[in-house]
């Protein structure tokens, strides 16, 4: 059964140090999102692509935090430098098209800890 | 603006029915979807309802939607113990999916 991979599961890191998460969604999905989900509430879009475009990173601290989806399929989301309030699970999902009925995908995600 | 809210916290018993309650603020939602995350696992998709639609069902699962008051619910009829996870509802806005706190259920046996 197709599904989105994310990688790594857990990750631990120094605080002011940098950190990479890969996401590689189900074939053909034309959109890919990175969610981030504080514990205790609900996913936070950060960023989404349409293909290799950003449609809306309205949310990402770009500061810090860097995504790409440089050929329209696989993506890669970065912080530099990580600071300990970025701990939390990272979610990358996937679907055929833009929201508006058709299913996201959510991958198992990366449980990201700062310390 | 966009708000989508659960309450936090449900407690049932082995076989009873769980109701899990949703209120959003943004009429221009499209569909809306019920998804279930178990302890460090992602998001997998329940069920969804396009906003035009009153009720869908789905074996155990009824999802009721009042778009006047903006109101979404889940019912899970027969729940068992399986079940207990978190629950978020999510509106579909254009090129937006926005999530809700999320409603822990907890399935007493």
């Known amino acids: 059964e197709a599904e989105v991979a994310q990688s790594p599961r857990y990750k631990i890191t120094e605080k002011s140090q940098a950190v990479a998460f890969w996401c590689d969604p189900i074939s053909g999905h034309a959109t890919l999102y990175w969610y981030r989900q504080i514990l205790g509430q609900g996913p936070e879009l950060l960023v989404q692509?349409?293909?290799?475009?950003?449609?809306?990173d309205s949310q990402l601290p770009k500061d810090r935090f860097s995504a790409e989806r440089l050929k329209g399929v696989d993506s890669t989301l970065k912080i530099q430098p990580a600071e300990l309030g970025d701990s939390a699970m990272y979610l990358c999902?996937?679907?055929?098209?833009?929201?508006?009925?058709?299913?996201?995908?959510f991958g198992q995600g990366t449980r990201l800890t700062v310390v | 603006g966009e708000d989508v809210e659960q309450s936090l916290f449900l407690s049932v018993r082995e076989g009873d029915s769980s109701v899990i309650n949703c209120t959003y603020t943004d009429s221009s939602s499209t569909y809306l979807y019920w998804y279930k995350q178990e302890p460090g696992a992602g998001l997998q998709l329940l069920t969804y309802?396009?906003?035009?639609?009153d009720m869908k069902q789905d074996q155990r699962l009824t999802v009721l939607l009042n778009k006047k008051d903006k109101h979404l619910s889940l019912r899970i009829a027969d729940t068992q113990t399986g079940d207990s996870a978190i629950y978020f509802c999510a509106e579909s806005i254009p090129l937006k999916l926005i999530f809700g706190t999320g409603t822990l259920l907890a399935v007493q046996p």
């Open positions: 309802i396009f906003s035009n639609m």
């Open positions: 692509f349409q293909d290799e475009s950003v449609v809306d």
């Open positions: 999902a996937s679907s055929l098209l833009g929201q508006g009925g058709t299913e996201a995908f």
